[in-house]
């Protein structure tokens, strides 16, 4: 095996290396984007619930 052999096997090793991490940052910012999303949607849920329980409360009186 000559030297180009060898740069070449490392420079494809280095290139799927970095697909690899690529894939991995990926996921992760979709799931970190999903537990937003799910915040989100229980943040409106409380607020909804909290806008409800006042409006019963002024019918209350």
Do not use: I, T
């Not at 690529?22 to 799931?31: A, F, K």
């Not at 915040?39 to 209350?60: K, P, T, W």
Request: proline share 0%; aromatic share 4%.
């Amino acid at each position: 095996m000559g030297m180009k052999d060898q740069f070449q096997d490392k420079a494809k090793d280095l290139a799927d290396k970095a697909k690899d991490k690529m894939g991995q940052g990926q996921g992760e910012g979709e799931e970190r984007e999903r537990g937003q999303r799910g915040a989100q949607r229980d943040e409106v849920s409380e607020r909804m619930q909290r806008e409800e329980d006042r409006m019963d409360q002024d019918y209350d009186v």
